[in-house]
């Protein structure tokens, strides 16, 4: 038995019907983990391939594309099976072609849509990841707090673990301070995000269809989903014209925008390094400046 006669087993179990793999090629699909698309002759699947110690990030993945489904806006990779084989773990999903039209306009349309699930608080029913960087979700009925502390100040803990000294600079420690106050003031209610929408984790099925896969879901100011589709690349006025028919972006997103899309850039330092802790000190000194 090796991890492939698992998966094999697995799927069987799921469909109710006997599959056996007769074509395997690796295909695209991020840095992370090894990616796979298999047949059995009549339906593919997509398969994520990691050491077991991704077994938690795995599931994350689950709980989150099943969020996304029940919101019935956005066609979503269905979750056939997911476990671990010896020093293995793996996701298998819906294979889906992304070779259909792009309409951001209906994207922005969909989005919305999704924005409006909402609760009664702040977090997620587990803590998932952002790209391999734990995400915490605890719930809390405070916005500001939330952002502050699951986010900014656990990045920066963890840049202060791998010698940073980010943490001493006056700059970061002033927008700690006064950001909870600044995050409430627009009065945000908690929607389901996707929560890593940036343009890679996205896309448009053959009949034109909207995708979302790869979430990092939780319940946020549903503005941290725009900031991210703005952070390395943008939408459009199409998306956005029609994003704001449905929902509204109040005034003082641009400032807001940063602030997100910091918690990306701090989460990059910890990931790859290199230039992305003094972007980070950029853009602090940069939201300062707009308070």
């Known amino acids: 038995m090796n991890v492939w006669q698992t998966i094999e087993t697995e799927i069987s179990k799921t469909i109710e019907s006997d599959f056996k793999i007769t074509y395997r090629e690796i295909v695209s699909g991020g840095d992370i983990n090894e990616s796979y698309r ?3 002759g009549d339906t593919e699947y997509f398969v994520k391939c990691n050491d077991a110690i991704s077994t938690d990030m795995f599931k994350a993945e689950a709980s989150g594309l099943h969020a996304l489904q029940q919101t019935n ?11 671990n084989f010896e020093n ?5 999903l819906e294979y889906l072609n992304f070779t259909g039209s792009n309409s951001l306009k209906l994207f922005g349309e969909k989005l919305a849509k999704l924005h409006t699930t909402s609760l009664d608080r702040f977090g997620f029913s587990q803590d998932n990841f952002i790209g391999k960087t734990k995400q915490l979700n ?46 409430n003031s627009h009065q945000p209610k908690p929607s389901l995000v996707h929560g890593d929408l940036w343009q890679g984790n996205y896309g448009f099925s053959e009949n034109g269809q ?4 790869d979430p990092a879901c939780y319940y946020a100011d549903h503005e941290v989903d725009l900031a991210m589709l703005e952070l390395f690349g943008n939408p459009g006025l199409g998306f956005f014209e029609s ?9 003082g997103y641009s400032v807001r925008k940063q602030v997100y ?11 790859f390094g290199g230039s992305y802790e003094h972007q980070a000190d950029v853009m602090i000194g940069a ?5």
Do not use: M
């Open 38 to 40: 298999i047949s059995d």
């Open 73 to 83: 806006q956005f066609k979503i990779p269905k979750v056939i099976t997911y476990g």
């Open 88 to 92: 293995n773990c793996y996701l298998v």
């Open 138 to 183: 605890s719930w809390s009925e405070n916005w500001g707090e939330f952002f502050t502390e699951n986010r900014l100040a656990f990045q920066i803990d963890l840049l202060k673990q791998k010698g940073s000294n980010i943490h001493k600079d006056g700059n970061l420690i002033e927008l700690l301070k006064i950001l909870p106050e600044f995050l």
């Open 210 to 213: 909207p995708v979302l896969y």
């Open 243 to 251: 994003y704001k028919s449905e929902l509204e972006i109040k005034p």
């Open 261 to 271: 899309n910091l918690y990306h850039i701090l989460n990059h330092a910890n990931l």
């Open 287 to 291: 939201i300062l400046k707009r308070f």
